[in-house]
């Protein structure tokens, strides 16, 4: 009989985490109880946040040595023990990486479907679509020939938010860590530039591609892009601080910066945190959905096949080594 | 003759502003020419920011060695060669640290009696009563109950932004450098708490004063205030940025909160500016005035006589050793 293979976080990394730092482990699977399902997962999740929820700083909960590894997942149910949840119906859920998982219904969303692949329900039609699609036009408020800066362009978020601003008429300018992403990012995603902040002089290159400064900064990252970016703002701007892959591997809090440079340029800054958006995510899928059939949204997946493979591209993802949204295809 | 008093900048002053950093020359008075007016300073207002003009860190221009100190100056024009000023109007301008200035009469505003005394121009009736107001009522946006925190509370602007908050039915929490400046606070201006942050543990006692966290922060000083008080923002707040007291001073750029503290809360952060809100000024000078009338605004001056006293008053100010808003009462 199958049994559920489970991945645990064995120890509280420091710093980047490492394949030792995870544990895969194997139990018998279980028969759903009243109100649960079954389900076999298909795509796992892997997202920077996660390395902030072992660091127990993150506001969804904290991950400790001996838990489940936490992590958004679509699974299709294989038994169900409620009327409203059919054997084969696609769910996404907060499951986390294991093969098998038993979901109570009321945490599992069904997936409507919009004729696009169901991975993207993890990526631009999931938490980051719907990230990037709130924090930029909800919160920077976007007019037309605004000039945005995004960092980690090539991401999943990014990649997202530098494409709706084009769709809404802005210039965008893309900040990412290898030639390879800032080629996708100008080349697929059409920004109409992107600075790889390892081999360019981060503030140089802002300047040069945003001579009058930046309307809307959205930032992913956080440390020495932030500054960078928060030193060229234009009048008026607006600077949504939603990511801090700067930090994540980190166990200290490193300074921002001066408020000066808000005061000088009367930026607005926003913190961003998706979950306060949901009442957004109906017409975030139908915009997204329509966009992608229309050719005007590029994504971009590093699919890794096999769940005990997670680690390792959890890995990657923190090193920056991934190209696209992580996801770990489990069960075909 | 009478001469024009003039009190010049000798040296970029380094750290805090002292005597020997201004010198005192005197010149013929001389005859306005058309569109021009010759006024007698009445009063004359010493501001923190003008320590950032020495510096060339402010938006409003640089002052460098040789250049007649800048301030805005409350005075009575004594010859007009303008149809529009008459002997004995009083007017507000920009005309710096001197005893008889020639002014053109575009930068000079005539001012209307509102019934209180005229050296509340250059207070609450001025610039910091508009920053207050505007920064508080159209940035902050405070609602019934807000718990609001205001660095500087005893200041020229803090001192009005903790009462109007007051008005507006917030719970107002003062933070300030001495004793003397927190009694006047709390049982004068009637705030609800005031911090002494220099004897006690400011987290601590924000902590306590806040228990369900910080509505809005109106910052004044920057530095470990402006820490303390980001990482105790409740959720959905709103921080003003206005005043960098903590690095005015400064020849450097310290650093500033880690931008997780505003992702965290949600919070929105604002960077103000007085000059963008000159459309708020009317309403502004109505209702403070109505408010002072009905008893409500209380306010304190901190009044030097002699134009000469001006580079001591100002080092005193720079200092934190002054209480309420600093004037130079230039003639009689």
């Given at each position: 009989?199958?049994?559920?293979?489970?991945?645990?976080?064995?120890?509280?990394?420091?710093?980047?985490?490492?394949?030792?730092?995870?544990?895969?482990?194997?139990?018998?699977?279980?028969?759903?109880?009243?109100?649960?399902?079954?389900?076999?997962?298909?795509?796992?999740?892997?997202?920077?946040?996660?390395?902030?929820?072992?660091?127990?700083?993150?506001?969804?909960g904290s991950i400790?040595?001996?838990?489940?590894?936490?992590?958004?997942?679509?699974?299709?149910?294989?038994?169900?023990?409620?009327?409203?949840?059919?054997?084969?119906?696609?769910?996404?859920?907060?499951?986390?990486?294991?093969?098998?998982?038993?979901?109570?219904?009321?945490?599992?969303?069904?997936?409507?479907?919009?004729?696009?692949?169901?991975?993207?329900?993890?990526?631009?039609?999931?938490?980051?679509?719907?990230?990037?699609?709130?924090?930029?036009?909800?919160?920077?408020?976007?007019?037309?020939?605004d000039v945005v800066?995004?960092?980690?362009?090539?991401?999943?978020?990014?990649?997202?938010?530098?494409?709706?601003?084009?769709?809404?008429?802005?210039?965008?300018?893309?900040?990412?860590?290898?030639?390879?992403?800032?080629?996708?990012?100008?080349?697929?995603?059409?920004?109409?530039?992107?600075?790889?902040?390892?081999?360019?002089?981060?503030?140089?290159?802002?300047?040069?591609?945003?001579?009058?400064?930046?309307?809307?900064?959205?930032?992913?990252?956080?440390?020495?892009?932030?500054?960078?970016?928060?030193?060229?703002?234009?009048?008026?701007?607006?600077?949504?601080?939603?990511?801090?892959?700067?930090?994540?591997?980190?166990?200290?809090?490193?300074?921002?910066?001066?408020?000066?440079?808000?005061?000088?340029?009367?930026?607005?800054?926003?913190?961003?945190?998706?979950?306060?958006?949901?009442?957004?995510?109906?017409?975030?899928?139908?915009?997204?959905?329509?966009?992608?059939?229309?050719?005007?949204?590029?994504?971009?997946?590093?699919?890794?096949?096999?769940?005990?493979?997670?680690?390792?591209?959890?890995?990657?993802?923190?090193?920056?080594?991934?190209?696209?949204?992580?996801?770990?295809?489990?069960?075909?």
């Amino acid at each position: 009989m199958t049994s559920n293979t489970k991945i645990l976080l064995k120890t509280r990394c420091t710093g980047l985490p490492q394949e030792y730092d995870f544990e895969e482990v194997k139990e018998a699977i279980k028969d759903p109880q009243d109100g649960q399902i079954r389900c076999e997962t298909l795509y796992l999740s892997l997202d920077p946040y996660l390395r902030g929820k072992i660091n127990g700083r993150h506001i969804s909960g904290s991950i400790f040595p001996g838990d489940l590894m936490a992590g958004e997942a679509i699974s299709r149910v294989q038994v169900s023990n409620d009327p409203k949840f059919n054997e084969g119906d696609l769910v996404i859920s907060h499951s986390g990486w294991q093969s098998h998982p038993i979901i109570n219904i009321c945490d599992a969303t069904k997936i409507i479907d919009h004729g696009i692949p169901i991975s993207t329900y993890l990526g631009i039609m999931g938490m980051p679509g719907l990230t990037a699609y709130a924090g930029l036009l909800r919160l920077a408020e976007p007019k037309d020939n605004d000039v945005v800066l995004v960092s980690a362009a090539s991401g999943a978020v990014g990649s997202m938010v530098g494409q709706i601003a084009k769709i809404k008429n802005c210039q965008v300018i893309g900040i990412a860590g290898t030639n390879e992403k800032c080629d996708w990012v100008k080349n697929v995603a059409g920004m109409d530039n992107c600075i790889n902040y390892k081999t360019e002089i981060l503030p140089e290159k802002i300047k040069e591609f945003c001579p009058n400064g930046v309307d809307i900064y959205f930032d992913n990252v956080g440390g020495e892009l932030l500054q960078a970016a928060i030193e060229q703002l234009a009048l008026y701007s607006r600077v949504v601080l939603c990511g801090l892959m700067a930090q994540y591997n980190s166990d200290s809090m490193p300074a921002g910066p001066n408020p000066a440079w808000i005061i000088k340029s009367r930026a607005i800054v926003k913190g961003m945190v998706v979950y306060d958006h949901e009442d957004l995510r109906k017409q975030c899928m139908l915009d997204i959905s329509k966009w992608i059939k229309e050719d005007r949204i590029q994504y971009l997946e590093d699919v890794t096949e096999g769940l005990g493979k997670a680690p390792e591209a959890f890995s990657r993802l923190m090193r920056g080594t991934n190209h696209g949204k992580t996801i770990i295809k489990v069960n075909n």
